[in-house]
C-alpha cells in the first residue's frame, strides 16, 4: 500500500494537483506526445539550454506588454508607447495573467481559448534544496523515493532528485506534492528542513 501511495504522490506531483481535482478524461492528455526515454540533466543547469537558445535574440526587459493586435498581415506587440512587429508571436505569459486579463487581445481571443483559460487551474509543487558538506547517497542515482507510512501524508518528501554529477556539488532537492504541498506552505522552513533530514537519516 505504501508504494501505491507514493505513485499517488508522483501523479499529483506529475499533474501539481490534489488527484481530487483532476479530470478523470484529460488527466493523462498529454501522454500520446511523450517523447519517451529517460529523464536527464543538463551539466551546468537548465539556464545552459535557455542562454543557447537565446543567443543573439535581442531581448527586451522592463517591457509590459498591454496589447497584442493580430490577424492575417502579421502581428503587433504593444508595451506602454512602443510598437514591436512581426509576422507571429509565441505568448507565453503566465496563466494568471490571461485570467486577469492584463493583456487586451485585438481581435479577442476565440471562445475556445478564453474557455480554455477560464477552466485551468493553478497547481502546487513545493521543493527543498539542501546542499551538503558531501555526498551520502548513492551517486549513480539521479533520483529515489521516501515511502511515507501515514497516507496522508504521501507527497511529503516523496522524491528526491541529485544534481550532485550536474551541479558540482552535493546537492540534493526534496519534493513536496499534493495535499502535503499545501500544509508545507505554512510550514516554518527550519521545520521542512528538520523532516527531511530526518527521513534522510
Avoid at 487551474?121 to 507510512?149: I, Q
Wanted: aromatic content about 10%; proline content about 5%.
Amino acid at each position: 500500500m505504501k508504494l501505491f501511495n507514493w505513485h499517488l504522490a508522483n501523479l499529483e506531483y506529475a499533474n501539481a494537483g490534489l488527484l481530487s481535482h483532476l479530470s478523470l478524461a484529460f488527466w493523462d492528455q498529454d501522454d500520446p506526445y511523450d517523447m519517451g526515454g529517460d529523464h536527464c540533466f543538463l551539466p551546468g543547469g537548465n539556464g545552459k539550454l535557455v542562454q543557447a537558445l537565446a543567443e543573439n535574440v535581442p531581448i527586451l526587459y522592463e517591457k509590459t506588454v498591454n496589447t497584442i493586435r493580430y490577424g492575417s498581415d502579421g502581428v503587433q506587440v504593444i508595451a506602454g508607447s512602443q510598437v514591436f512587429e512581426g509576422d507571429m508571436a509565441l505568448c507565453t505569459v503566465p496563466l494568471g495573467v490571461l485570467k486577469k486579463g492584463s493583456i487586451k487581445f485585438i481581435p479577442e481571443l476565440p471562445q475556445r481559448k478564453l474557455d480554455g483559460i477560464k477552466r485551468l487551474g493553478f497547481g502546487l509543487l513545493n521543493k527543498v534544496a539542501m546542499l551538503f558538506p558531501h555526498v551520502f547517497w548513492e551517486m549513480d542515482l539521479d533520483t529515489f523515493g521516501h515511502l511515507s507510512d501515514d497516507p496522508s501524508r504521501r507527497g511529503e518528501f516523496f522524491l528526491f532528485y541529485s544534481y550532485a554529477t550536474v551541479a558540482g556539488g552535493p546537492l540534493l532537492i526534496a519534493l513536496v506534492a499534493g495535499e502535503a504541498a499545501h500544509k508545507f506552505e505554512s510550514m516554518p522552513p527550519t521545520d521542512a528542513v528538520t523532516k527531511v533530514l530526518q527521513i534522510l537519516k
